[in-house]
């Protein structure tokens, strides 16, 4: 036995856990859920709920003059089980401890913690919105009582207040867990949460003067195990039962945050960031969350159109891909450049590698996207595959030849752009100006948007939630994205506009999926070779070495050194 | 396990069948007659005469909205019909009701609730699941319509068939 691991009995079956180890955790690695409300474990542990109250027992003490206890045949020492409960949360494990969690005593004490958590709890699940996924409502089935023995009048407080932008909340609902006034305390470093008033009148409540308006306010709502907190954004819009949810991720910035959408019928509801302890950890900003609005909206792009005569028209996808491939093959191979964004899959990236070589294109580049670090989760790149177009487009300094590429077209040396997935007019990269000299422009994009008017061709291009493939991360991390809902009318997603732009120039390449795109990175690009796409999983993985780091995740890791935190 | 029924040993006038042919002729003539003279009604002449006050009173019929004697409505949009469905025939989108409302306490009540009545099959699951006392399957079971829309209840026609429920269990009200 190592003498880091520690032999501890749960549930009457002996393990072994580091040393250092939280009950809680021991326990869930056995594979025993241990209910809880206020433990958290990217936070610290007040332990005030007393939800995971358990058994605990050590080895007995011998008397002066006693001998001491045995060990038997496997080496554990006999237990003497403590009359009292422990709470598992914030206890760490000891040499032959034994825990129970199931027993008379922990019943009885998750019944008794239930009840009292119920007494002044409204009624009203019909219209919460986190029934469904409301740990109150879990625990209440495994451990409350299918009536209630409270006859006195349910303490009233504060309902629908509106304590932030974002953020609404419900006194009554609460149970005190603390979690959000740790998280705004603990990880958004803007505590303005807290508790007034004493007993059962405790609420929680916003600081005087101030507003829940932090950028990472919607997490309370996340980790809130009630409806106390909820999104003003999500607020009544579908139950969550009825979602269909996909682990995908962000594509606002180049942290490449790890979110699940959950969607109805085509329709996405909500995104909330996913578990990945090298990513995100648990969290997201909220602008980058609510960035969504505009996938449902009727400014999307749903037909391809060409114009005819100064006027666009609609076309069918067919007619629109075989008109550019005729356009283009006017030009010859110096008078064409490729414009791709830095916001397309490691895949897309590929064809528009296959593209180039099809058309024997010198230029292709990104259009680069910066901004500020916000010293959390938001990165300075705000593309988020800049380093797919570093590893796949073989581009050292991504978006280096923009302005070169803007004389080229000044000068009329390059005639013909095809320019996927961006809209450099509203972003300001171009201007109308320096596109006007061109003869034949081509673009992609999800929304119907200035840069389009002026293209002779336009695709519909598919948005983030509406494609599946792979994209690296600041930090060199290869993950996926997943589909999570299909794109309206005719919309394409690039990596198809771009197979059936190859096949229209220069014949068939067997590629029917995303998957097939990858097998070929494989084998096209060093950095991927011996890679299979089963092997990114939903974590991603460490894939290439940028030195960059997220400050978020490297103050958690501070914290978990430290032992004030679990973090796992 | 098997059951060996034991066939019936016949007397050899059942044997030749025709004795049981001609009583059941009988039986047909003096039906037949009593009909023809008026004596007996077998035939309910539907639509001028209906069974409405035959129905038993746990007869499922349309589904329909309720409001209490506050003239609440008591459906709050918790879209528990919507998903115990068995046909998936009700669509509900919830809204928040405005704060100046009589009731804004309840903060939720359906934007537009529709139930598409030929896809229907009056199982009575939305009355049993709704945990607001809302909805309930009324007596009206002639549902008809010349197209698919008309086929629809909306939010409207579902009060207007459910009408003013009293005696129900008022948990919005206040406290005296």
Request: proline share 6%.
């Amino acid at each position: 036995m190592s003498e880091d691991l520690l032999d501890v009995q749960i549930d009457g079956v002996w393990h072994q856990f580091p040393k250092g180890t939280r009950m809680i955790e021991a326990c869930r690695q056995a594979g025993v859920e241990v209910p809880h409300y206020c433990y958290h474990p990217k936070l610290s542990s007040p332990g005030n709920c007393r939800m995971c109250l358990v058994q605990m027992g050590m080895p007995p003490r011998p008397m002066p003059g006693q001998d001491p206890a045995e060990p038997d045949e496997d080496g554990h020492l006999p237990i003497s089980w403590m009359p009292r409960p422990v709470i598992a949360c914030a206890n760490t494990i000891g040499p032959n401890m034994g825990i129970r969690t199931t027993g008379e005593l922990t019943e009885s004490c998750r019944e008794g913690v239930m009840e009292f958590l119920l007494a002044n709890h409204p009624l009203d699940c019909p219209i919460c919105d986190q029934a469904g996924e409301c740990s109150l409502q879990e625990f209440s089935v495994e451990h409350g009582k299918g009536s209630s023995r409270f006859r006195e009048r349910k303490v009233k407080k504060p309902k629908n207040v509106k304590v932030g932008p974002r953020i609404r909340l419900d006194d009554e609902r609460c149970i005190m867990c603390s979690r959000c006034i740790r998280f705004m305390d603990e990880v958004a470093d803007d505590p303005v949460l807290g508790f007034t008033d004493r007993g059962s009148h405790t609420v929680l409540t916003v600081h005087p003067g101030h507003e829940l308006d932090n950028n990472y306010s919607l997490n309370t709502a996340d980790i809130c195990p009630v409806g106390a907190l909820t999104s003003n954004d999500f607020r009544f819009q579908m139950r969550a039962w009825f979602m269909k949810e996909t682990k995908t991720i962000d594509t606002n910035c180049g942290t490449g945050i790890n979110i699940t959408v959950s969607a109805r019928q085509g329709e996405i509801y909500r995104i909330t960031p996913r578990q990945n302890n090298d990513v995100n950890s648990d969290w997201m900003p909220d602008s980058h969350r609510l960035n969504y609005h505009w996938i449902n909206s009727d400014i999307r792009l749903t037909e391809p159109l060409i114009k005819d005569g100064g006027r666009h028209r609609m076309a069918k996808y067919q007619e629109a891909i075989i008109t550019t491939a005729d356009k283009l093959r006017n030009f010859d191979h110096s008078e064409i450049a490729i414009i791709v964004s830095g916001r397309m899959t490691n895949e897309e990236m590929l064809m528009a590698r296959l593209l180039k070589r099809t058309l024997n294109v010198k230029d292709i580049d990104i259009i680069p996207r910066r901004g500020e670090s916000d010293n959390y989760l938001i990165s300075e790149d705000r593309n988020p595959n800049t380093n797919g177009a570093k590893s796949v487009l073989g581009l050292k300094d991504p978006g280096a030849s923009i302005d070169a590429l803007k004389k080229d077209i000044a000068n009329r040396k390059i005639k013909a752009l095809i320019l996927l997935q961006e809209d450099p007019l509203t972003d300001g990269a171009f201007s109308a100006e320096d596109l006007k000299p061109l003869e034949f422009l081509v673009t992609s994009y999800p929304l119907a948007n200035p840069t389009a008017d002026l293209a002779d061709v336009v695709f519909p291009g598919a948005c983030w939630a509406e494609k599946s493939g792979t994209m690296i991360n600041v930090t060199g991390r290869l993950q996926k994205l997943n589909k999570a809902v299909d794109g309206p009318g005719q919309t394409m997603a690039p990596w198809e506009i771009l197979r059936d732009l190859i096949q229209a120039l220069g014949g068939g390449n067997g590629i029917y999926s995303s998957a097939d795109i990858f097998n070929l990175l494989t084998k096209e690009i060093s950095d991927f070779s011996g890679l299979k796409l089963e092997d990114i999983g939903d974590q991603g993985i460490p894939f290439l070495d940028t030195g960059v780091t997220l400050p978020l995740v490297e103050r958690e890791k501070a914290r978990i050194a430290k032992g004030e935190i679990v973090g796992v | 396990m098997a059951i060996i029924v034991k066939r019936p040993k016949l007397k050899w006038w059942e044997q030749l069948y025709l004795p049981g042919i001609v009583k059941g002729l009988a039986i047909t003539a003096s039906h037949f007659v009593a009909t023809l003279t008026g004596k007996k009604k077998v035939t309910m002449q539907y639509p001028e005469e209906k069974w409405d006050s035959h129905l038993p009173d746990h007869y499922r019929g349309a589904p329909a909205l309720v409001t209490d004697e506050q003239e609440r409505e008591r459906c709050v949009a918790c879209q528990l019909c919507e998903f115990i469905c068995p046909p998936r025939a009700i669509t509900i989108k919830p809204e928040e009701i405005p704060s100046d409302d009589k009731w804004a306490k309840v903060e939720k009540r359906p934007k537009s609730f529709d139930i598409d009545m030929i896809r229907c099959i009056y199982c009575g699951l939305c009355e049993e699941v709704c945990p607001e006392q809302a909805i309930f399957l009324r007596k009206d079971y002639a549902i008809t319509g010349t197209s698919r829309e008309e086929m629809v209840h909306d939010k409207k026609r579902l009060y207007e068939i459910g009408g003013v429920r009293e005696g129900l269990v008022n948990k919005w009200n206040e406290l005296k």
